[in-house]
């Protein structure tokens, strides 16, 4: 009877451990830290590398130091490129910010709402290129 239960317990152990390194080996797929998942930069921007646009949910937009700070969506959780956590964008004067084909403002752009983003990395920062503001028009 005590090998019985040993051997049980040693299976139920093993079950238990596997789906533990699961959970972590995709936590990705519920945002890591928090809802969203911890913020990322180029330094440390695992799964951003070699990729220049993706959609999102904006989280933040700071007009007084032009940033606006997004959410991505996953498109296919099995990639190894797919964006974590949040990302910071900074805009400039070259940055096209769209809504309904029409040119808006930072101002404009509202947490909450979905964004395609187009992005290029300069002097370690994320600089958008594009931000068009997914809206029914």
């Given amino acids: 009877m005590n090998t019985v239960l040993t051997v049980v317990l040693a299976l139920l152990l093993t ?19 928090g809802i969203y998942g911890p913020s990322i930069s180029p330094g440390n ?22 940033t606006l700070t997004v959410a991505p969506i996953p498109t296919d959780v099995t990639s190894p490129s797919i964006l974590k956590g949040k990302v910071t964008l900074s805009t400039d004067e070259t940055t096209s910010i769209k809504m309904c084909n029409d040119s ?18 300069k002097d370690g920062e994320f600089v958008a290129e ?6 029914n028009c």
Avoid at 104 to 121: I, T
């Fill in 45 to 66: 921007s695992e799964g951003l590398l070699g990729q220049s646009s993706f959609s999102g949910w904006v989280e933040s937009v700071d007009l007084s130091q032009g």
């Fill in 130 to 135: 594009g931000i068009d503001i997914a809206k």
């Fill in 104 to 121: 808006v403002s930072l101002s404009d752009v509202n947490v909450g709402e979905k964004v395609d983003v187009m992005y290029h990395v």
């Fill in 15 to 33: 079950v238990f451990l596997a789906g533990v390194a699961i959970a972590e080996d995709h936590s990705y797929m519920l945002g890591g830290e």
